[in-house]
């Protein structure tokens, strides 16, 4: 039986209006073995100096990349095997960063990585020999934990004026105290740029005589205060 043309473009058209409405499907990216271990290169040199500084947020956000990296290997890999032992020594960096024990993560790193070169061996790639990263892989990132640090330094050098965290176990020298840092960044005008400018001024004209100290910070000082006032501003109320 031959379909009349008005049919068979009404069938078309019904086909293109249902292909319209479903949601697209993802095109599946085929990544080739290399491809993951360049990415747990990189990954590997962050994770050590995240872990040399302590910033252990950063480190474990590394080590979950890895790790997903690895189970993604071992799919690609003719014995899988090798992927087992290497996850063994990532999941002692992991205690090692859950602990923020800094000599155990160095151990657990130089295992992981001894594990790795062994793997390369064991598979033919003995060409490849992975080491303990001697420089930052990139220059854009800064690998201490900078929130950490902009506590430090609010207690150190705001903390003599300032309620920087709890009312109940700080207390300023000033009197009255200057505002809290809750009460700073809950202001409408609080503005991360205003705050940089503020701390790099002199502070007249503010507080007890008008005559509030310059705290004389550098400027990666100025940057974690900043950077602290902002986690603050953004974690949700209690």
Request: charged residues 20%; proline residues 9%; hydrophobic residues 40%.
């Amino acid at each position: 039986m031959r379909l009349s043309a008005p049919f068979i473009a009404a069938i078309f058209a019904a086909v293109a209006a249902s292909s319209a409405g479903a949601p697209a499907q993802p095109t599946p990216i085929d990544v080739s073995l290399s491809d993951l271990m360049t990415r747990v290169q990189l990954q590997h040199a962050k994770l050590w100096f995240a872990g040399k500084l302590s910033n252990w947020g950063l480190a474990s956000y590394e080590i979950q990349h890895i790790d997903d990296a690895l189970e993604r290997t071992s799919k690609l890999m003719p014995d899988p095997a090798r992927i087992v032992a290497a996850k063994v020594q990532l999941q002692a960096v992991r205690q090692a960063v859950q602990q923020k024990d800094v000599p155990a993560f160095t151990k657990a790193y130089s295992a992981l990585t001894n594990e790795c070169n062994s793997c390369h061996r064991a598979s033919g790639f003995a060409s490849i020999t992975i080491q303990v990263p001697v420089r930052p892989p990139v220059a854009n990132q800064l690998f201490v934990d900078q929130i950490t640090e902009g506590r430090a330094q609010a207690h150190a050098s705001c903390g003599p004026c300032h309620v920087v965290e709890d009312a109940s176990r700080e207390s300023p020298a000033s009197r009255p105290p200057a505002p809290s840092f809750l009460e700073i960044i809950d202001r409408p005008s609080f503005s991360a740029d205003d705050i940089r400018q503020f701390l790099t001024s002199s502070h007249r004209r503010l507080g007890p005589g008008q005559a509030m100290p310059n705290p004389r910070l550098a400027e990666y000082q100025i940057d974690a205060i900043v950077a602290y006032l902002e986690t603050l501003k953004a974690r949700p109320p209690r």
